[in-house]
């Protein structure tokens, strides 16, 4: 079976562990994520963790990564939050000018170095297939703590994300819940950098949520749905650009191709969410004119 | 000898059109909202150039294409149900930008070329990018003097511009085939991330400083000229990238405005509240 | 009495979205300087109606006709009023600028406003009250005055048919005043007025003819003969009256 013989390899299986916690801990952040119209917020903490990756690297090798996208992620997510609070630029252009600024702060510092291209391109999509124990554990350590936190704040998360002015009659307090949810979109950037990069992160933070919306109106089937299209496209990307580098001789980055498979489970999910409505709708002309006759 | 035999020469002059050129396109790219969407302009525009260069094809040609294409796909999904356009644009993003990395990917030289495209390198421009960008310059100046008052209305009153007969889709079209042309032609200096900085960053900060329209053109255009020559100085300076140093200018130049403007406003309260 | 034109023909017609019908059977006549009111609940197709009367939204049966024209012929001649608070208040223009919007038609294509454009947006602004707030920018005006800058938008195209959707909502009592003396004058000079609102009281005072809109025309004519509890009833579908006397409150819209 060319779907799981690949994953007999250690390192593969590492691979696919990794992706399938990822996918449940994006999916998961990811519907809130959809919910909030939080997706450019997203992109800009992927690119200002970079800096503390770049400074962590700089001070504790390999091992003081984890800490300084740590560092990194959880000061942008505040100043995220005070950002977006106090309207005197419109947000977006407030969101380009932190992102731009603070990746070019990453960039400089990495370009003094030497290895400086080989440095970039694994921050970019990471080496998913050098994922190591240690970083399994880390990432199943912080997909456990965000997923608990957001499942014990569920109620007034939605609530915020639904209706901002009610959730502040309520006394809800707005304030902590954005920095909260922010936070919790720093945490799996960090969590997944290092095996995955950039742009692996923000494709499963957005894609899977976006497909399960499609099928689906009930936020109790969108949330399993999200975390499963990103799992599967975990395995399924992995699968792909393992066959093409063994088969075929064609080398493929695993990081995208899982990208990639995502996409396409999303213009499926697009497509059926398309029959679906189309079919509905038939039915229900249907049923209005036996009811007419 | 030509004077444009210098690298440096070049880069001068490169950086003088494409910060003139991304300040006066940022202005509508603030009015209308759009940062988050060149930001997926400059991702998704990857594989076309990628592709253009696999098939020895022109790469401004290719790129300039395949953003077409991404702009038609984000107007598609984005009128989805349950979706909005910030999610359509983050789905282009990423989708674009992983074909393009999965193309690199699959030929020599891999990390080298992902990194210029990347990061850019305004110090390798040759004459003849100098010549593209300088067409796209003028071309991009007509459009928005000619059309400037249309392309306004259809911004800010889409229903009313059509309303009033305007061709709403053609003029929404032509501004986001501006700002996909102005993309293509500041990549290949600054790179697909920083590139959204010298296409937003000045427009933003003159809109901190005046709240006129017609002001904000040549400001904008002053401030990325500004930042993007202080770029290429402190680069060949001290040997950092360009287009980091570009836009670490202009994000530096924001905050000093910003906080500048912050401060103004807060003295201006308050003598409004103790008039005394 | 002199006859008067009509400016506004609807014949059996029909509007749709796509296959979705939205609007059927619409018939009745508006004349020169002749105001009608849209009344109907939330979701009725009042903005629809209007979209209509613009040629934005196609005509599936029957006929519309706008000045003697098809909808889509006739916008030279017809503004249109949108909602204020559907416009980006943080988008860098200026309130003369906003106005000025209104002569694009006329000025054409690939040319700059002239000497007598801007005589004619002064004078609307004029005509709004908000002469005195040209060149600031329009998104620090309070929701009513915007309201009255579209208005006189609509002012400076000179038009010979105006359309409103929705301009007294969250209006203030200034504004709302102006907005009606504005109205009233350009029923004056001779255009007619179509405007779409919650509020029966202001039917009563700006408007002479009334249009009852729920999917369907429940009603259309003179406002005294129209504005009827009976009618209302039917329009807001019953339950979602009271009735004190001679007024009539909508509870629920």
């Known amino acids: 079976m060319i779907f799981f013989e690949p994953f007999q390899f250690p390192f593969m ?21 959809l919910l909030r119209r939080l997706a450019f917020v997203s992109d800009t903490l992927t690119h200002t963790v970079f800096p503390g990756v770049v400074i962590g690297h700089l001070m504790g090798g390999d091992g003081g990564i984890f800490w300084g996208a740590l560092a990194a992620g959880v000061a942008t997510a505040a100043l995220l939050t005070l950002l977006t609070h106090r309207r005197r630029v419109s947000e977006d252009a407030a969101l380009a000018m932190l992102l731009t600024t603070l990746f070019a702060v990453g960039v400089v510092l990495v370009s003094r170095q030497t290895g400086f291209t080989s440095d970039l391109t694994a921050f970019l999509f990471g080496r998913v297939l050098t994922v190591t124990e240690a970083q399994l554990a880390q990432t199943a350590v912080v997909t456990v703590l965000v997923v608990a936190l957001l499942a014990a704040l569920r109620r007034p998360l939605l609530l915020r994300a639904f209706d901002p002015e009610g959730a502040r009659a309520a006394g809800v307090p707005v304030g902590l819940l954005d920095l909260v949810l922010n936070v919790a979109v720093a945490l ?64 493929l980055a695993s990081g995208a191709t899982v990208v990639l498979a995502l996409v396409v489970m999303y213009g499926l999910a697009h497509a059926a969410g398309f029959a679906r409505r189309r079919l509905g709708l038939s039915r229900a002309r249907r049923t209005a004119m036996e009811v007419a006759a | 000898m030509s004077w444009l035999d210098s690298t440096v020469h070049r880069a001068v002059v490169e950086a003088v059109l494409v910060g003139a050129l991304g300040g006066v396109v940022g202005v509508f790219v603030i009015a209308r909202r759009l940062p988050f969407f060149t930001m997926a302009l400059t991702h998704a525009t990857f594989p076309g150039i990628v592709v253009a260069a696999m098939l020895g094809v022109n790469l401004y040609l290719g790129g300039g294409l395949f953003g077409l294409l991404v702009v038609a796909a984000v107007l598609a999904f984005g009128r989805a149900r349950g979706q909005d356009f910030t999610t359509a644009t983050g789905i282009a993003l990423s989708g674009g930008f992983a074909l393009g990395v999965v193309l690199v990917s699959s030929q020599d030289g891999f990390t080298k070329d992902l990194a210029a495209y990347t990061v850019g390198d305004v110090l390798a421009v040759g004459t003849g990018d100098l010549v593209a960008t300088g067409v796209v310059v003028v071309a991009v100046s007509l459009l928005l003097a000619l059309l400037g008052k249309e392309l306004l209305l259809t911004a800010f009153d889409p229903v009313g511009a059509a309303a009033l007969g305007l061709p709403t889709l053609l003029l929404d079209f032509a501004l986001l085939a501006a700002v996909e042309v102005t993309v293509v032609a500041t990549v290949p200096a600054l790179g697909t991330i920083l590139a959204v900085a010298l296409i937003v960053g000045p427009a933003a900060t003159a809109r901190l400083i005046t709240d006129r329209l017609a002001p904000l053109f040549p400001i904008a255009a002053a401030i990325g000229v500004a930042c993007a020559l202080a770029g290429v100085w402190v680069s060949t300076l001290w040997n950092v990238a360009t287009g980091a140093s570009i836009a670490l200018f202009v994000g530096l130049v924001f905050g000093v405005v910003f906080l500048g403007t912050a401060v103004r406003g807060r003295v201006r309260r308050a003598t409004a509240a103790n008039p005394a | 009495m002199i006859e008067r034109a009509p400016t506004l023909v609807l014949d059996r017609a029909s509007v749709a979205y796509g296959d979705v019908p939205v609007l059927e059977e619409l ?43 098809s909808p889509a012929q006739a916008r030279r001649d017809v503004a249109y009023v949108p909602q204020a608070d559907t416009l980006d208040p943080d988008f860098p223009v200026s309130v003369e600028q906003v106005a000025m919007m209104g002569r694009y038609r006329r000025i054409g294509w690939l040319r700059r406003p ?17 002469a005195h707030r040209a060149r600031d920018r329009f998104g620090t005006l309070s929701g009513g005055q915007r309201q009255r800058v579209l208005l006189a938008r609509a002012i400076a195209a000179k038009p010979r048919m105006l359309l409103l959707d929705e301009p007294f909502n969250g209006v203030d009592a200034v504004s709302q005043h102006a907005l009606l003396e504005a109205i009233a004058s350009m029923k004056e000079q001779g255009a007619s007025v179509v405007v779409s609102t919650h509020d029966l009281a202001i039917a009563h005072l700006a408007c002479d003819e009334v249009c009852l809109l729920n999917r369907h025309q429940f009603g259309f004519g003179p406002t005294e003969d129209v504005l009827t509890p009976e009618r209302l009833r039917a329009t807001y579908g019953g339950h979602a009256l009271e009735l004190r006397g001679d007024r009539v409150i909508v509870t629920q819209t």
Request: aromatic share 2%.
């Open chain 1, 188 to 251: 799996v950037v960090v969590a997944a950098v290092k095996a995955v990069g950039t742009v692996l992160v923000i494709a499963l933070l957005i894609v899977p949520a976006a497909a399960a919306r499609t099928l689906s109106d009930r936020l109790v089937v969108i949330v399993p749905l999200a975390c499963l299209v990103g799992a599967a496209a975990g395995w399924l990307g992995l699968v792909v650009s393992y066959q093409a580098s063994v088969e075929y001789g064609v080398r």
């Open chain 1, 13 to 33: 299986a590492r691979a696919l562990i990794e992706l399938v916690i990822l996918g449940v801990l994006a999916g998961t952040v990811g519907v809130l994520v």
């Open chain 3, 27 to 69: 018939n009745g006549v508006v004349h020169e300087g002749e105001a009608v009111a849209l009344i109907g609940p939330n979701g009725a197709g009042k903005s629809t109606f209007i979209k209509a009367l613009l040629g934005l939204v196609p005509v599936v049966r029957g006929r519309i006709e706008v000045l003697g024209r």
């Open chain 3, 114 to 130: 002239s000497a007598a454009d801007r005589a004619e947006v002064a004078e609307a602004l004029e005509r709004v009250g908000l």
